[in-house]
């Protein structure tokens, strides 16, 4: 059982899918959550779900392209609680086209807030982590950083950046006792579950497709305490989908 009482985490993207996953996991577990969301309504979706169910969490509009955004969440969160003890680096957007009509804005875009808002988060997070004896980070990445479908060249580039930039903070910010690991999800359905059908779960080792709860559980499992011998790793969340040879019948 994972307890985090007295802990501040910041979950970026928490207004759905994954991202809310995980700040419900959190607040069941005791932490306080800051619901760090660009969209406002379901921002305050999830702050009300985990408030009403007895739960502690804030939502703060944050635009992750913006390092003025990022700079005011910290601040915000340092004044009304005095720490932060984690944060999950989970906003994301992609885009598939190809790569002879990509546009640099489209590029840029995806690049600013998948990857450079995870060095500007995680910077702003460890500079207040460090005086209070450290902390935990974790950075969803994916397994399209480690393998790719057609028109997808710069969501890759973007999560194959954050899991070369994981290893480098944890090197970085291990003397002040921050701990920085990325969780890279493959097949996780936030949609309708039922609606898979049978051949989508067979091609999983594990026998079926993944759920946001799944991620939620390894960034728990990352951001306990007692696990503090795990730094600069990549946690490959697939069902074993990656392992598996495919051949042309």
Known sequence: ?????????????????????????????????IIAERNAESGRETEAIINDKGGKALFIPVDVRRPDDIDALMAETEKRFGRVDILINNAGVSRWKSPYELTVEEWDDIIDTNLRSVFLCSRAAARI???????????????????????????????????????????????????????????????????LRPVDHSQHPAGRVGKPDDVARACL?????????????????????????????
């Open 1 to 33: 059982m994972h307890t985090f009482t007295d802990k501040v985490t910041i979950i970026t993207g928490a207004g759905n899918g994954i991202g809310r996953s995980v700040a419900l996991a959190y607040a069941q577990a005791g932490a306080t959550v």
């Open 129 to 195: 982590m460090r005086t209070i004896g450290g902390g935990a980070i974790v950075n969803i990445a994916s397994t399209r950083a480690l393998m790719s479908e057609p028109d997808t060249e710069a969501y890759a580039a973007s999560k194959g950046g954050i899991i070369a930039l994981t290893h480098a903070l944890a090197v970085s910010l291990g003397p002040d006792n921050i701990r920085v690991n990325a969780i890279s999800p493959g097949w996780i359905e936030t949609g309708d579950y039922e609606q």
């Open 221 to 249: 499992f990352l951001t306990t305490e007692g696990n503090d011998f795990i730094t600069g790793a990549n946690l490959v969340l697939d069902g074993g989908m990656t392992r598996k040879m495919i051949y042309e019948p």
